[in-house]
C-alpha cells in the first residue's frame, strides 16, 4: 500500500527537525512521502525542513500555504493531495511534537490488514497516561466531559474524541464530504462524526502522552462550543429538525426506520389498530418496506398493503398487495381492493400533491358500520420549526417534519380539515414527542425528555407535538353533502 504521512505545521521551526528525527527507520521503510504542509507560518518552519538532513529525506516534499487556511483548511488541502497522489493510507502527524512518530507503524497496522477505515490515538485509553504525560487537568477534564457528552449523543463509545493523531483510508476519505467541514479546529470532531454516519469502522489504539512547550493555538472555550453545536447539527439534521450541509449526502438513501419508542407514532398506530378488535382488516397505504405491516400481521390481523415500489422481498407480509402510484389516485383500481375495517395513512399523505384525492377515493374501501381511518402526521408548526422562521431559516431535511420528499406540509388545524373536506370526523387524537431515544444514548435522559415533552404537546398540540395521530370516521351529514357535490357535476339523465 502506498502510506503517506501528512504533517500540519504552523510555527514549528523548533520542534519540526526533532518530530522528523523521531520517524523510525522501520517506518520510514514503509512510508512512500512525508508531506508537510505549512500553513503560512510567520517563521522559518518551511526552511528548516528544507534544510533538514537525515533519514528518508528524499521522501520528504514541503508545500506552504500562500494564506493561513486554518486547521481544518489545511487538512482539507493535505487530503485532497493524498486523493490526487494515489495514497492508500495518510497518517496525520503535528509538527509540534506532541504527538509520538515512533507510533505510525502502530497507527497504520489497522489500515494495512483491513481492518479499519480509520485509526485514532487515544490518551484516554490508559489510566493515568494522560497526567503522567503532562496533560494539563482542565484540559483532561475539559476532553473528558465533552468526549462523554458527543458519546451520548452520538451512541458511540470512543475514549477520545479530542487526539489530533490519526490515520485514514484515503478509500474512507474519498467517501466524505470533508470538504464541507469548518476550516477551524472543530474539523476533527465533523470528520469523526462523518465516519460514524458512514458506517466506516473506526479503531482507537493507545498512545503516549506528551505536553512540553509548545504553543497551543486553540481557544479551548471557542473549540468546546464548536465541538457541541456540529455534534447537536448531526443528531438534530438526523432528525430532519435541520439541514446540516456537513453531514447531508449529495443523492440521499432515505431509509425509514421502525419507531419503537412506546410514545412514538409507529407504537401508537400499533395499538390504535388493536383496539379496533382480533382480526381487523387493515389497509396499509404507503406502506413502504412493511415497517408497521409486519406488526399488523403479528398482531393477527389481515393486511394488504399499497405502495409504488413492488416490494418483492416483503410481500410476505401481507394478505394482499397492491403495486400503484398513490399520486394518481384515478389510476387505482378500486373495485379490486376490497372492504376494511381500519385504513392507515401512517406518515404518507404529506409526500402526496393531491392527497384528498386518494382519501376520496379509498372511501369506497371502508366498512361503513364501524370502518376507521388512522393517520399520522409531522406538526410542521412545531415549535422548533417557528423558531428557524423567525431567524429566516426554512430547509428541507433528508428526514422528519421537513423531508425534502414532502409536497404537502401539515398544522393540526389543516390535517383536520382534509379528512373534514372528505366527510370524516375525528372520535380520537394523540401526539407524539421530539424522538429524543434518537438522540440520547442515555435512556434515562431520554425518557425525562420525552416524557416532559409530551405533557406539554398535550397541553399545547399545535406548538409542542412533533407529529399528530388521529382517528376518524365517516361523518353522515358531510358524506351526503359531498355526494350532492358531485350529483352536480353528474352528467344529466334524461327521463
Known amino acids: 500500500m502506498k502510506v503517506g504521512v501528512f504533517i500540519v505545521a504552523y510555527n514549528a521551526e523548533r520542534t519540526i527537525n526533532k518530530v522528523l528525527s523521531r520517524i523510525s527507520n522501520d517506518a520510514w521503510q514503509k512510508i512512500d512521502e512525508v508531506f508537510v504542509f505549512d500553513d503560512s507560518s510567520q517563521d522559518n518552519t518551511s526552511h ?25 483548511g489545511n487538512q482539507k488541502r493535505g487530503y485532497l493531495y493524498a486523493i490526487e497522489n494515489g495514497f492508500d493510507i495518510v497518517v496525520l502527524l503535528h509538527g509540534d511534537g506532541q504527538y509520538a512518530p515512533e507510533m505510525i507503524e502502530a497507527m497504520i497496522e489497522p489500515l494495512e490488514s483491513g481492518q479499519a477505515a480509520a485509526v485514532f490515538g487515544s490518551r484516554m485509553m490508559e489510566k493515568g497516561a494522560a497526567s503522567s504525560g503532562g496533560m494539563p487537568l482542565y484540559k483532561f477534564v475539559g476532553n473528558k466531559i465533552l468526549t462523554w457528552c458527543q458519546n451520548q449523543l452520538l451512541f458511540s463509545e470512543l475514549s477520545e474524541f479530542h487526539s489530533g493523531y490519526r490515520a485514514y483510508s484515503v478509500q474512507a476519505l474519498k467517501e466524505l464530504p470533508f ?91 400499533i395499538d390504535l389498530v388493536s383496539k379496533q378488535g382480533d382480526k381487523t382488516r387493515v389497509l396499509d397505504v404507503g406502506c413502504g418496506e412493511g415497517l408497521l405491516s409486519a406488526h399488523f400481521t403479528k398482531n393477527n390481523h389481515s393486511v394488504t398493503g399499497i405502495d409504488i415500489n413492488s416490494n418483492e422481498s416483503v410481500k410476505d407480509i401481507f394478505d394482499d398487495y397492491h403495486q400503484a402510484n ?60 417557528r423558531l428557524m422562521l423567525l431567524i429566516g431559516i426554512f430547509k428541507y431535511t433528508d428526514k422528519g417534519i421537513l423531508d425534502r420528499t414532502h409536497t404537502k406540509l401539515f398544522t393540526k388545524k389543516t390535517f383536520i380539515e382534509l379528512f373534514d373536506n372528505c366527510g370524516y370526523r375525528v372520535v380520537e387524537k394523540s401526539v407524539t ?8 444514548s442515555n435512556q434515562r435522559i431520554a425518557n425525562f425528555l420525552s416524557n416532559t415533552n409530551l405533557f406539554f404537546a398535550k397541553l399545547w398540540p399545535s406548538l409542542f407535538a412533533y407529529q399528530f395521530i388521529y382517528v376518524f370516521e365517516n361523518d353522515p351529514e358531510k358524506t351526503g353533502e359531498l355526494l350532492r357535490e358531485k350529483q352536480i357535476y353528474a352528467p344529466y339523465i334524461d327521463e
Open 326 to 385: 398513490l399520486d394518481n389516485a384515478s389510476e387505482l383500481d378500486i373495485g379490486s381492493l376490497g372492504e376494511y375495517d381500519t385504513i392507515v395513512y401512517a406518515d404518507i399523505l404529506e409526500h402526496l400533491r393531491d392527497p384528498q384525492d386518494l382519501i376520496v377515493r379509498l372511501n369506497e374501501c371502508l366498512n361503513n358500520n364501524n370502518g376507521k381511518i388512522i393517520a399520522s402526521t409531522g406538526n410542521v408548526a412545531h415549535i422548533f420549526i
Open 179 to 269: 470538504l464541507k467541514n469548518s476550516n477551524d479546529f472543530h474539523f476533527d470532531t465533523q470528520i469523526i462524526i462523518q465516519l460514524m454516519d458512514n458506517k466506516s469502522k473506526i479503531t482507537e489504539i493507545p498512545i503516549p502522552v506528551y505536553y512540553g512547550d509548545e504553543i497551543c493555538h486553540v481557544d479551548g472555550v471557542k473549540y468546546a462550543f464548536n465541538v457541541m453545536i456540529s455534534t447537536c447539527r448531526y443528531r438534530l439534521h438526523k432528525l430532519g429538525l435541520i439541514n446540516a450541509k456537513e453531514y447531508a449526502k449529495d443523492k440521499p438513501k432515505v431509509h425509514y426506520s421502525f419507531k419503537a419508542h412506546k410514545h412514538s407514532s409507529h407504537q401508537q398506530i
Open 48 to 72: 528548516i525542513i528544507a534544510e533538514y538532513r537525515g533519514q528518508g529525506i528524499s521522501k520528504i516534499k514541503v508545500f506552504r500555504n500562500n494564506h493561513n487556511l486554518g486547521y481544518g
Open 433 to 440: 414527542p421530539i424522538p429524543f431515544e434518537n438522540i440520547f
